[in-house]
């Protein structure tokens, strides 16, 4: 029996948190200081040199963020060279990948990077 009321007693106390864990907030976009970071590191990573273009930073369901910015090399050689999606998570940057269709890169006005 006191057996029984020790076990209940350990079990109760693991069971309750003085602390319990924050609310999930969801990642918001990157600030224009995190994406020009953000896109001078991806585009090293891609080894892109020379002029480059940016699209506005859009939502995504996919990827390794949740907000990502098109990246593509500009000029003359930029029409042999793929297009790349810069990915972050608030201001986070979280990785470059060669973009997909479905980020519709194609479809988005593109400014210059300074």
């Given amino acids: 029996m006191a057996l029984s009321a ?3 007693l350990l079990l109760a106390g693991c069971a309750t948190s003085a602390n319990p864990p924050p ?3 969801p ?3 990157p600030g224009a200081k995190a994406v ?3 896109v001078k590191k991806g585009a090293a990573e891609a080894k892109l ?3 480059l273009e940016t699209t506005a930073v859009r939502r995504t369901d996919h990827g390794p963020g949740l907000y990502f910015v098109c990246l ?3 000029g003359p050689s930029a029409g042999r060279s793929p297009a790349y999606s810069v990915f972050f998570d608030n201001d986070a940057y979280k990785g470059i990948e060669i973009s997909v269709i479905v980020d519709a890169c194609e479809a988005q006005p ?3 990077f300074n």
Avoid: S
């Fill in 49 to 51: 040199t020379g002029g």
């Fill in 23 to 25: 609310a999930y907030q």
């Fill in 6 to 8: 020790v076990l209940a």
């Fill in 72 to 74: 593509r090399q500009r």
């Fill in 27 to 29: 990642p918001r976009a």
């Fill in 110 to 112: 593109w400014i210059p």
């Fill in 36 to 38: 020009q970071e953000g």
